[in-house]
């Protein structure tokens, strides 16, 4: 089992920059691909961000390329989202999610991960 908690979402302007973290529990974090994923109020739940087990490659969806980036450090089992030059669109509930990878795979779709966090709130205002 591995359980998710996100935290670093808040309110702010437009162009400002968070971070997000997520901390696993579990030993289980070096063995897992993670994915941030993000759902605004009537949209579907998209990727956002995937880093393979290894860290060794990373995905964005088109929107939020060069300005996001995720991270993963295995010696705090956490996994990180610098999102800089925030906007407006990039409001929704942010979740962390991970899957066991036991080729190095990165997993890009939903229901491809396992395991889930609450979520955190990022507020862009404009």
């Known amino acids: 089992q591995v359980q998710l908690v996100e935290s670093g979402g808040g309110l702010v302007q437009t162009g400002a920059s968070l971070r997000l973290s997520c901390a696993a529990s579990?030993?289980?974090?070096?063995?897992?691909?993670m994915g941030w994923f993000r759902q605004a109020p009537g949209k579907e739940r998209e990727i956002v961000a995937g880093i393979r087990r290894s860290g060794s490659n990373t995905y964005y969806v088109d929107s939020v390329k060069g300005r996001f980036t995720i991270s993963r450090d295995n010696t705090k089992n956490t996994v990180y989202l610098q999102m800089n030059s925030l906007k407006p669109e990039d409001t929704a509930v942010y979740y962390c999610?991970?899957?066991?990878?036991?080729?190095?795979?990165?997993?890009?779709?939903?229901?491809?991960?396992?395991?889930w966090g609450q979520g955190t709130q990022v507020t862009v205002s404009s």
């Open positions: 579990g030993r289980m974090f070096s063995s897992c691909a």
């Open positions: 999610a991970a899957v066991l990878s036991s080729n190095d795979h990165l997993p890009v779709r939903q229901w491809e991960y396992s395991y």
